[in-house]
């Protein structure tokens, strides 16, 4: 099982970039998936989860600005970040983790086994 994120990049606050995530050796269909930053000197935090497009949740900073999707038929997993803040500057990571019957919602950063290597996000002010 391996995911691997791409779409990072340099961007002016207020604009956006569109993160992806490639996986193999898993079915996207089956599994939760999310994406989680961390920034230096700071925690490690969720910033989206998805099951469904139905079952999809987001940090209370990201409401309004983010939108997490599927594509289950590519197995890829996507962020798009529009309306870009200095404070969203971090390394973002794709995780995932089997169903399991849990809501993908209230699964922990602890809960995913499975987890990219990152991709830079800088977002000037």
């Known amino acids: 099982v391996q995911v691997a994120e791409s779409g990072g990049g340099l961007v002016q606050a207020g604009g956006s970039l569109r993160l992806s995530c490639t996986a193999s050796g898993f079915t996207t269909s089956s599994y939760c998936m999310g994406w989680f930053r961390q920034a230096p000197g700071k925690e490690r935090e969720g910033v989206a989860r998805i099951l469904s497009d139905t079952t999809s949740t987001y940090a209370d900073s990201v409401k309004g600005r983010f939108t997490i999707s599927k594509d289950n038929a590519k197995n890829n997993l996507y962020l798009q970040m529009n309306s870009l803040k200095p404070e969203d500057t971090a390394m973002y990571f794709c995780?995932?983790?089997?169903?399991?019957?849990?809501?993908?919602?209230?699964?922990?950063?602890?809960?995913?086994?499975?987890w990219g290597q990152g991709t830079q996000v800088t977002v000037s002010s």
């Open positions: 995780a995932a983790v089997p169903y399991g019957g849990t809501w993908c919602g209230a699964r922990r950063d602890t809960d995913f086994p499975y």
